[in-house]
């Protein structure tokens, strides 16, 4: 956990610290316990966490692959992992990285979205 951080602020952290590795390989392999699903989890690309009251947010852009018939492909994910003070973790989301272009036009939609409201 990061130190002096503000609750409920994003803050960038080392994509290549031995906790970020922990836990990003441990998102690819609850994932796919819950979903049937083979990928194998490569490295971290980026890191983000958010200090909330009893635990810590991550958002983790990864690199997995998988199998798709004689070809093994890469693709990049964005993980979103909620851990509590006890070590205990849950997987809120794993999905398709989107590139920063789709970012963009996400947040423009959103921020027309809450101008109307």
Do not use: C
Not at 28 to 54: C, P, R, S, T, W
């Amino acid at each position: 956990m990061a130190q002096k951080n503000k609750i409920g602020v994003w803050v960038p952290v080392d994509s290549n610290s031995p906790t970020i590795k922990h836990i990003s390989a441990w998102a690819v392999k609850d994932y796919n316990e819950d979903h049937g699903e083979n990928l194998k989890y490569e490295e971290a690309f980026e890191a983000e966490e958010q200090e909330i009251i009893g635990g810590v947010n991550y958002r983790i852009g990864l690199w997995a692959s998988y199998v798709d018939g004689s070809m093994v492909r890469r693709k990049r994910y964005e993980a979103l992992v909620y851990r509590n003070l006890d070590d205990g973790k849950a997987l809120i989301s794993l999905k398709p990285f989107l590139q920063d272009k789709q970012r963009m036009i996400l947040a423009y939609a959103k921020s027309l979205t809450n101008q109307t409201n």
